[in-house]
């Protein structure tokens, strides 16, 4: 996936840095960090990113799960879920489409990397 653009939707900054890093690690281009679903929706009218990387739990007034559906209104992009919550419940809520992935925090690099080689 290199020279790919990628959103990071993450309310945590420390996270959202480390999860950065990692992305331009494996040759990807962040567009924009923010930590809301309005953000998010806002960032990729402005950027088109190719992919993006989606915490499920983040401010604002919509999910992640939620923000990820408007999104795909807009772009059929790959989204990669990166979560804390790895019970079945919120995993069946992620929508099974072929282009939805989800990896559990704390992710690694090389994890990113494999499913970056997915998509």
């Given at each position: 996936?290199?020279?790919?653009?990628?959103?990071?939707?993450?309310?945590?900054?420390?996270?959202?840095?480390?999860?950065?890093?990692?992305?331009?690690?494996?040759?990807?281009e962040?567009?924009?960090?923010?930590?809301?679903?309005?953000?998010?929706?806002?960032?990729?009218?402005?950027?088109?990113?190719?992919?993006?990387?989606?915490?499920?739990?983040i401010?604002g007034?919509?999910s992640?799960?939620?923000?990820?559906?408007?999104?795909?209104e807009?772009?059929?992009?790959?989204?990669?879920?990166?979560?804390?919550n790895?019970?079945?419940?919120?995993?069946?809520?992620?929508?099974?489409?072929?282009?939805?992935?989800?990896?559990?925090?704390?992710?690694?690099p090389?994890?990113?990397?494999?499913?970056l080689?997915?998509?």
């Amino acid at each position: 996936m290199a020279n790919k653009k990628v959103l990071i939707v993450e309310d945590d900054q420390v996270i959202a840095y480390v999860h950065a890093y990692y992305a331009e690690q494996c040759g990807l281009e962040v567009t924009d960090c923010v930590e809301s679903g309005e953000k998010a929706l806002e960032s990729i009218e402005r950027n088109k990113p190719d992919a993006v990387l989606m915490d499920i739990r983040i401010e604002g007034e919509i999910s992640g799960i939620d923000t990820a559906k408007k999104i795909r209104e807009q772009l059929d992009i790959p989204i990669i879920f990166i979560s804390g919550n790895s019970d079945t419940r919120t995993q069946s809520e992620i929508i099974d489409d072929g282009k939805t992935y989800f990896l559990v925090k704390p992710i690694r690099p090389d994890d990113l990397q494999a499913l970056l080689g997915k998509i």
